[in-house]
């Protein structure tokens, strides 16, 4: 026989160690109490055998069916040790040594000393227990080992206000069933004949399953099936006894009740863990839903903007010019409704997205997770080098605009001037080449020769004058060439056909003045043979010298030409006034825009500078703090109209085709992006005190202690090691920025504790039974139903070489949720 003996804190446990029950000994004190002698007497009574017998072998398969077998004789299935090894491994949760497989004697004495071997390193000290009665089947022997078995691992821990094992046991009995009529535990023999403490302890924690006020004290068989068969049903507890056992005896066995009992505290205490497990587990859960929501709207949001930047760029690069200042002005009132209707809730978009992203990563930080990483393409930085392109665009596409209004107005300028000087060089040279074509000096006389010819030189010198109008005119088309008018071809057409025409005028001049100066000479040869006639025939002379000089009256036609300039004079003037009335509009529209600009401006510039003090200097709670800060936002806000004002002021200077303005150094660019900054800035403060309430709430974090931490970041500064240290923590991209919310989190993780992997798996272990693996069913019936399928999703199969079909794998799952693997 081997004898066990533990040292240190140790317990006495065997057959003969007192009455019913083991006496004892230890730090711990003595399991049973002192009995009387009627107690004694029940020694010599097999019905406690009885008791013991069906309650410790419905205790050990309630912990054996784990393992996938169960005991029908609990004398003989412990016999050769192999199941009393695996008992004591599925109720500790630990390996023991591995054990003999061979049928002789000496192997099951080794297995039976090497579970005996663990019990007596738990801290028990057995006394007359051997392997060798257990392998012999000794009843008693093996009924006194199940109880050491029973006493150390479902009793000895129980602890309730101070007291342990059974004392802890009994307490935590009175203190339930104290509410219940009828019910007054005293004991674990006689306080349960009835049935009534079973029942009180059910209808404690489970009361939809009793209907306790239709119990009768005076019917202890009907309680106490009700409530065994309630236990098995629902509470997982295997029936150990049947209600004759407790009813037809005069005191119940008290170790097998106490085992009973012990199965209640354990499935209600249990079952409270499990709850508690469950708890924690939905609490990391809801957390990281929460936290998977925000990061899929991030990327939501974070690619729709993108798209739209993507889209909108190809649009402000667009290049191609209008051929009219219609179709160009056109272009810009869709810039300004760009910029007045589709840009701005894009900046509010922006804005939101940075806000989003900072939340993100604050309650990513207080719930102990890693920080989001974006999809490639769509970190804040990628969105900031989107939109920096598109505001180059922008401004670009702007000036683009501005200056080909310029082009354009100048080309129907010089387009107007073509056309007018063309009008008159053809209004000039109509009938011209008719009258050059005209033989009118074949039946002229010499004196109308003579004429003509002072004629035809007028015509000629009027024909030089008309050069310089010609090259004008030539000039305008080339320049309209250059410049790219769109009806080039019309002008080069027309410009053309006055070349031709002006050539085609020169020739027929030289002609006709070789053809009058021929014809003079002909006609002073005649005169000469006519000249005696004439002095015969004076009175015909002189009649023909009157009619000669009624012919030379021909030349008052140049007069009507001064007469069409002195006429131009009047429009010349109107035209002088109309463009001074423009100029003096524009200098008043300019004037307008730059009084509002120089109001605008400064304000802008003093709310952002007000902003970075409120953001050093805020005092009060962070709520108060919050309240201040939304309302200094609202009066930003409220001051709206001003810019719509000065925006409706900027639209008549495009409108006016005025480029410059000397009364002030702002344009309405600048203003613009001022304003965006200002709103992003009070907002971003916003959300930089929401998400330190965040932290604050989640940490624990005193109003004192915030204080403390904002005077630390105010003067925080370079130094040792340790800054350097902490700057690694705050600053992870070396960015040399350094945000309060950052140090915050910093701080607070310093002197603070949050969830870890390790504490959910431990969760999971509970609600799986101390399984390493847990089953969807077991999930589902654990969790709330979306949490449990978000579970159930993501859980990768169980590989363990104890894996079952459909296990689970609970501990990567866990660990993926603190980004110490993937889900």
């Avoid at 409108?655 to 002030?664: G, Q, S, V």
């Avoid at 799986?768 to 949490?787: M, S």
């Avoid at 993501?794 to 990567?812: E, F, I, N, T, W």
Wanted: glycine content about 4%.
């Amino acid at each position: 026989m081997v004898d066990y003996h533990a040292a240190n804190q140790s317990y006495q446990y065997g057959p003969s160690s007192g009455s019913n029950g083991a006496g004892g000994g230890g730090s711990m004190g003595d399991y049973m109490a002192q009995e009387d002698d009627w107690d004694r007497d029940l020694l010599l009574d097999p019905a406690w055998e009885k008791q013991q017998r069906k309650t410790f072998t419905a205790w050990c398969n309630s912990h054996l069916r784990k393992a996938g077998t169960q005991i029908e004789n609990i004398d003989e299935d412990f016999r050769d040790g192999l199941k009393l090894m695996l008992l004591l491994e599925v109720i500790s949760g630990e390996r023991l040594p591995k054990p003999e497989r061979g049928k002789m004697r000496v192997h099951k004495i080794n297995n039976v000393n090497k579970a005996l071997d663990f019990i007596a390193s738990k801290g028990v000290k057995l006394v007359s227990i051997g392997a060798e009665e257990i392998v012999d089947g000794n009843a008693k022997m093996t009924l006194g080992m199940i109880w050491t078995i029973i006493l150390r691992f479902a009793i000895q821990d129980i602890s309730v206000e101070e007291t342990s094992a059974k004392e802890g046991l009994l307490l935590w009995c009175q203190r339930k069933t104290a509410p219940y009529k009828n019910v007054n535990v005293q004991n674990f023999h006689i306080s349960w004949k009835d049935g009534l403490a079973f029942n009180a302890l059910i209808h404690r924690h489970r009361p939809e399953l009793i209907e306790y006020d239709k119990l009768r004290k005076d019917d202890p068989v009907t309680n106490l099936n009700n409530a065994f068969e309630v236990a098995e049903k629902y509470l997982d507890i295997p029936k150990m006894l049947d209600a004759e056992d407790i009813v037809n005896t005069a005191r119940p066995d008290e170790k097998a009740i106490m085992t009973y009992v012990s199965s209640f505290y354990h499935a209600f205490s249990g079952a409270q863990k499990a709850e508690t497990a469950a708890n924690r587990i939905c609490k990391v859960l809801a957390v990281n839903q929460e936290n998977e929501h925000l990061m899929e709207d991030y990327e939501r949001l974070a690619s729709d903007l993108l798209e739209w930047i993507r889209r909108t760029i190809p649009w402000l690069e667009d290049r191609v010019p209008q051929k009219t200042i219609q179709e160009m002005q056109q272009k810009l009132e869709d810039f300004r409704d760009y910029r007045r209707v589709h840009k701005p809730p894009k900046v509010q978009e922006k804005c939101q997205l940075e806000i989003n992203f900072n939340t993100l990563q604050t309650k990513l930080r207080l719930s102990n997770r890693p920080a989001f990483m974006p999809s490639e393409g769509k970190m804040v930085s990628d969105i900031n080098n989107g939109w920096q392109h598109l505001e180059q665009a922008e401004k670009g596409y702007e000036e683009w605009l501005l200056n080909e209004i310029r082009r354009l107005e100048r080309l129907d300028h010089l387009a107007e001037k073509f056309r007018q000087k063309a009008s008159i060089h053809e209004a000039w040279t109509d009938g011209k080449e008719a009258m050059l074509k005209h033989r009118d000096y074949e039946t002229a006389t010499l004196s109308d020769i003579k004429a003509l010819i002072r004629k035809h030189e007028a015509f000629e010198s009027d024909l030089a004058a008309h050069q310089d109008r010609v090259e004008q005119i030539a000039a305008i088309a080339q320049e309209l060439n250059e410049l790219d008018y769109y009806d080039s071809h019309n002008v080069n057409t027309r410009c053309q056909k006055i070349c031709d025409q002006w050539d085609a005028l020169g020739s027929l001049t030289h002609s006709r003045r070789e053809a009058l100066e021929k014809t003079e000479k002909q006609l002073e040869t005649i005169d000469q043979l006519h000249l005696e006639y004439a002095k015969r025939a004076a009175p015909f002379n002189n009649w023909m010298e009157s009619a000669m000089e009624d012919l030379q009256d021909m030349f008052i036609v140049h007069t009507i030409e001064e007469i069409e300039v002195q006429q131009l004079v009047p429009k010349r003037d109107h035209a002088l006034l109309e463009e001074q009335s423009k100029q003096q509009s524009n200098e008043h529209l300019r004037r307008q825009f730059a009084s509002q600009a120089n109001i605008v401006g400064p304000w802008i510039q003093t709310k952002m500078e007000e902003i970075g003090r409120i953001s050093i200097e805020m005092n009060g709670t962070l709520e108060d703090q919050l309240s201040h800060l939304k309302q200094y936002e609202r009066s930003i806000v409220d001051y709206k109209p001003n810019l719509d004002l000065l925006e409706q002021q900027h639209q008549l200077i495009q409108e006016a085709l005025i480029f410059d303005n000397k009364h002030t150094n702002y344009t309405m660019e600048h203003i613009r992006v001022g304003w965006e900054q200002l709103l992003t800035t009070i907002a971003r403060t916003i959300n930089e005190v929401e998400n330190q309430i965040l932290t604050r709430d989640a940490k624990g974090i005193s109003q004192e202690q915030m204080q403390e931490f904002r005077a630390s970041f105010n003067h925080f500064d370079k130094g040792d090691a340790e800054f350097n240290r902490i700057m690694s923590v705050v600053d992870p991209n070396h960015s040399g920025l350094v945000t309060f919310q950052a140090f915050i989190d910093f701080m607070s993780r310093e002197t603070t504790d949050t969830d870890t992997a390790d504490q959910v798996i431990a969760s999971f272990k509970v609600l799986a039974g101390d399984k390493n693996f847990i089953t969807a069913e077991e999930l589902r019936r654990e969790l709330p139903p979306d949490q449990a399928e978000y579970c159930i999703a993501r859980m990768a199969p169980y590989q363990g070489p104890d894996a079952v079909p459909g296990a689970l794998d609970y501990k990567s799952f866990s660990t993926a949720l603190y980004g110490e693997s993937d889900l």
